[in-house]
């Protein structure tokens, strides 16, 4: 009789473990997902505000480098050649300003470039 109280003990202890893992697991993946869609619209806002002829942005790729930092690759206006690699800054973790473009996109920059931060910074100054 107590061989089977065993067995059903470690029964248990394998259910709520398991269980354990897929809901800490299932948190993480939403933690990502939210963050990377938060990383997302800062990137189009800031094409937006940064290339005179955007229109639209697609997102191709995204993860994380060896050292840890996210990235997104992507493309605008349907054009594959209009391609960029989009890092996190190391400091508050969030994205600021594109790292690694093509050319092609390259050229179609305003001459003067604003990172994220300044872009909303402006927004707010003109709102008063």
């Known amino acids: 009789m107590k061989k089977i109280h065993i067995y059903i003990f470690i029964s248990i202890v394998i259910i709520v473990g398991g269980g354990w893992f897929f809901l ?71 994205f600021e300003s594109i790292l690694g473009m093509t050319d092609s996109l390259n050229e179609l920059m305003n001459v003067d470039i604003k990172t994220y931060s300044e872009i909303i910074k402006e927004e707010k100054n003109n709102k008063k």
């Open 24 to 94: 800490y697991y299932h948190d993480k993946q939403q933690e990502k997902e939210w963050y990377f869609t938060k990383q997302e619209q800062r990137i189009e806002k800031y094409l937006e505000y940064n290339v005179p002829k955007f229109k639209m942005v697609t997102f191709t790729d995204k993860g994380t480098v060896a050292t840890g930092l996210p990235y997104i690759n992507g493309y605008i206006n349907n054009d594959k050649k209009l391609s960029f690699t989009a890092h996190v800054e190391t400091n508050d973790h969030n």
